[in-house]
């Protein structure tokens, strides 16, 4: 594992007001892991720790962090959350997958349903897709006026500023997987009658904007990734290294947050349990 975690996060972040470029970006770099096994063990003691870390977060209860994790179809979304948060107590994490929205999240604004779910203080909130998806699909398959999706990068932004003044940590990761291996894995659920399930065949007709969707990343990355909520761009083709990448990161992040067990205005020393 790598012993320096301020080098990847410097690697993977897309620091504000430089663009991004995605094709310079490897989906199969290893970052700097080594052995796969190796890498996989210790990335199952980060997920402890991570654990050890949000108990403190949930005792203290003053601050949340929130996880975006934002990817193509089949990039990890769920493998990332069972491989890094897998061994996290139950009680301080909750995971919400935005799928598309009901009658009544649209008679709201896009954000309503998105404020409903940042975690609450104490806890760790993590978003399987999230309010990116108002400029990504909706800009790809032109769900939303242009005017409209300009509007909304701005208004992603002043929402999340809004969130970090409010004691909310927002870790933001774009899950970055190539169209080759994508096309394995979506064969692979086709070949699997277990995999099936997971199968839709708009899998397919998004896999046609391949080159939309690049492009949209690209303008989400470069329009939202601000001082107070920097995007990460993991390279998603190999698991191990995805997994390894986000969870040295979580820890990372946790670790500068620091939190503490609150202290309590009495002594311990004068009970005794009989």
């Keep these: 594992m790598l012993d320096q975690p301020q080098e990847l996060i410097e690697k993977l972040l897309v620091k504000p007001g430089t663009p991004v470029d995605l094709k310079q970006r490897d989906p199969r ?26 108990d403190r977060l949930y005792a203290e209860g003053q601050r949340a962090l929130l996880v975006v994790l934002q990817g193509t179809d089949t990039s990890g979304k769920d493998g990332t959350i069972r491989g ?18 009901s009658e009544i999240e649209r008679a709201h604004d896009y954000l309503w349903r998105v404020h409903a779910a940042v ?14 998806e108002e400029v990504l699909i909706a800009r790809v398959r032109g769900f939303a006026p242009k005017e409209t999706i300009e509007q909304r990068y701005d208004q992603i932004n002043n929402f999340e500023k809004m969130l970090v003044e409010n ?28 995999k099936h399930w997971k199968f839709s065949p708009g899998d397919l007709d998004d ?23 920097p995007w990460h761009v993991v390279p998603a083709d190999r698991k191990w290294v995805r997994n390894a990448a986000i969870a040295t990161i979580v820890k990372a992040t946790l670790e500068g947050m620091n939190p503490q067990y609150p202290t309590v205005s009495w002594n311990p020393s004068d009970f005794t349990v009989t």
């Design 29 to 54: 770099d290893k970052c700097g892991f080594g052995d796969d096994k190796e890498t996989k063990a210790a990335t199952e003691m980060l997920a402890r720790e991570i654990d050890a870390l949000q």
């Design 207 to 229: 896999r046609e904007h391949w080159d939309d969707f690049q492009d949209a990343y690209e303008t989400m990355l470069n329009r939202c990734s601000t001082p107070w909520a």
């Design 167 to 194: 004691g909310t940590v927002i870790l933001k990761f774009m899950l970055h997987i190539s169209k080759k291996e994508q096309a394995e894995r979506l064969q692979e659920r086709l070949d699997n009658p277990k």
């Design 119 to 132: 975690p609450r203080r104490g806890t760790i909130g993590i978003f399987n897709r999230s309010h990116y």
């Design 84 to 101: 890094v948060f897998n061994a996290t107590g139950p009680l301080g994490v909750s995971v919400t997958a935005f799928r598309p929205p």
